[in-house]
């Protein structure tokens, strides 16, 4: 057969052994929680635990539940047929142990990819114990099978996640009668089903996820099912603004290119939301947020590609404030902050373009900008040449503005090599949508620091207006 019987906990353990032993990251995907939650989700899978994640919306709870599917085995044997896949060396119903005794080696036999091995279930207060852990199929004894004969049952998802993984998510919202169902399965691994008590050895590894407040706000994890779980782990949000940019960078679908320092900028405006006292922090701000921020800024500069036919187009900061407009619902904000949820994010958005601002440009001579808004020759005539040019002191960007047409209101500026280089763009293969997006960046800094003036027009263009 080619294939030797081990329990999910056992594979979980030994393949989580070998790429520890390797140096392969255990739960790749998982991007900053490295040195906090992924050892204590190692150490609960080494001793066969099963566990709860605990912790605010958008911390990456189902993420890490579906990525421990990745330490099966990637094929494993089953039955044919079986409803619970259900291992040829280890059947548990009666059906297929009567099989197994009747053909020997000649037993029909799959394999099972580990990606078919995981199932879930969001808990919700109309779960019923039949969707979690079966009931009698009127339909099996309407086919003539006797009320007491165990093969008129219907397993529910538990049990067809059998030699896998099953994660609840939202564990309190479940009613408290129903996490009583759970007690055989966690702890004596049997179900009870109207009256029969089939002793199936169920083989699973099971995780559920519960925000802190649901304890309060919408139900609780009941004490004896808390102790039936083996560990109880703390998740959090990205520690640094990098692990934000790393986790937008993997989880974005980018429609059009969205520079560093704009991703650095989004998560900024993250970190300073989740320590904005205007902020109702029990709520949390998701990861989620800074998802949308950069999907929504892509979206906006092939907008802006489609409309004024601009190849390439490159998101730029200006794209980010009119955006923010549709991401507050992902926002609780405290009482008392009604009618100025805007006004609050838009100015931890110039909190924050200023801090990457600083970061990024820092030590660099910006003289070259700013002297740009100082040439002007509003009378030709005062000048002997007749050809004199007339410089405007001001530049014009929005959200319709192509970014040749502001490179070619800005020229030539002394130091932007310099710029391209601080914010990360390689001078080898730079396009004009990504020179655009570094000059208005830079515009954008030189005002929240008061060395230029900003004007902004309404409309459906946007425009704003930088000058001396």
Do not use: C
């Not at 109309?126 to 969707?131: E, V």
């Not at 009668?177 to 049997?190: A, K, P, S, T, W």
């Not at 980018?254 to 650095?264: C, F």
């Amino acid at each position: 057969m080619g294939a030797e019987y081990r329990t999910v906990k056992q594979e979980l353990r030994a393949n989580l052994v070998e790429r520890l032993r390797s140096g392969r990251p255990s739960l790749p995907g998982i991007v900053g929680l490295d040195d906090t939650v992924v050892p204590e989700v190692e150490r609960a899978v080494l001793a066969g635990h099963d566990f709860v994640l605990l912790g605010e919306r958008g911390q990456g709870k189902t993420r890490l539940m579906r990525t421990l599917v990745g330490l099966l085995d990637e094929w494993t044997p089953v039955i044919t047929g079986s409803e619970l896949n259900e291992h040829p060396m280890h059947p548990i119903t009666r059906a297929s142990q009567r099989l197994t005794a009747e053909l020997g080696d000649a037993l029909p036999i799959e394999w099972l990819h580990r990606s078919a091995r995981y199932a879930e279930k969001l808990a919700t207060p109309d779960t019923s114990i039949g969707d979690l852990i079966g009931d009698v199929d009127p339909t099996k004894l309407a086919a003539g099978r006797t009320l007491g004969d165990p093969d008129t049952v219907h397993y529910g998802l538990l049990p067809r996640a059998n030699r896998g993984l099953f994660g609840i998510n939202e564990l309190p919202d479940l009613a408290e009668r129903i996490q009583v169902g759970l007690f055989n399965v966690l702890e004596e691994r049997d179900i009870q089903i109207r009256g029969y008590h089939l002793r199936l050895p169920l083989d699973l590894l099971v995780i559920a996820s519960a925000n802190p407040e649901d304890y309060t706000n919408r139900g609780r994890i009941i004490t004896p099912l808390k102790d039936r779980f083996g560990a109880e782990i703390r998740t959090h949000y990205p520690l640094t603004a990098d692990a934000d940019v790393a986790l937008v960078a993997q989880e974005a679908e980018l429609v059009a290119e969205v520079p560093m320092h704009v991703l650095r900028v989004i998560a900024a405006l993250t970190h300073e939301l989740r320590d904005s006292t205007s902020i109702d922090q029990r709520s949390g701000v998701s990861a989620r947020f800074s998802v949308s921020a950069a999907e929504a800024v892509s979206a906006a500069a092939l907008r802006r590609g489609a409309l004024t036919g601009e190849n390439a187009p490159v998101a730029r900061i200006g794209d980010l404030e009119p955006v923010l407009s549709s991401l507050l619902g992902k926002l609780e904000f405290e009482m008392g902050e009604e009618g100025r949820e805007a006004e609050i994010v838009q100015h931890l958005l110039r909190r924050a373009t200023v801090a990457v601002f600083r970061q990024l440009v820092r030590g660099l001579d910006l003289s070259g900008f700013t002297d740009r808004f100082a040439v002007v020759v509003a009378d030709p005539g005062r000048d002997e040449r007749p050809d004199a040019p007339t410089v405007d002191a001001v530049v014009e960007t929005g959200a319709l503005v192509p970014a040749q047409r502001l490179l070619d209101q800005v020229g030539t500026i002394r130091g932007l090599a310099a710029v391209l280089t601080a914010v990360g763009i390689d001078e080898d293969s730079v396009t004009a949508g990504q020179v655009a997006a570094a000059i208005e960046f830079v515009l954008e800094g030189l005002y929240l620091g008061k060395r230029l003036s900003k004007d902004t027009t309404g409309g459906p263009a946007g425009m704003t207006i930088y000058g001396s």
